[in-house]
């Protein structure tokens, strides 16, 4: 079994900056990709940023483009995203996401999931 556990949500003011973390415990994945999702109250689940097991293959979603920065680090199997110029409408519970082979932007392909983390955004 893989255990996700994300960390380094919070309250942030807007134009700040947080860094969430999101280690994995239990059994190995192969090669396995990450992502970060997020969801706010009311509305879907949005694919935030991925990346692939060498660190390679990085790709954001369009709301946090530009002002992200996903990065991983295997010897602690721990992923990171790096957020900065937070805007309120980042306010959403925000989810890491594992599984073997590459990455996608779709939820639906990750089978292994952390329990979240909530981030919120004051103005």
């Known amino acids: 079994q893989v255990q996700l556990v994300e960390s380094g949500g919070g309250v942030a003011r807007a134009g700040g900056s947080l860094r969430l973390s999101c280690s994995a415990t239990?059994?190995?994945?192969?090669?396995?990709?990450r992502d970060w999702f997020r969801q706010a109250p009311g509305k879907e689940r949005e694919f935030v940023a991925a990346i692939g097991w060498g660190g390679g293959s990085i790709v954001y979603g369009a709301s946090l483009k530009g002002r992200a920065t996903i990065s991983r680090d295997n010897g602690k199997n721990t992923t990171y995203l790096q957020m900065n110029r937070l805007a309120p409408e980042d306010t959403a519970i925000y989810s890491c996401a594992a599984r073997e082979g590459i990455p996608r932007r779709s939820g639906a392909a990750y089978t292994y999931w952390g329990q979240g983390t909530q981030v919120t955004v004051s103005s």
């Open positions: 239990g059994r190995t994945i192969n090669s396995d990709s």
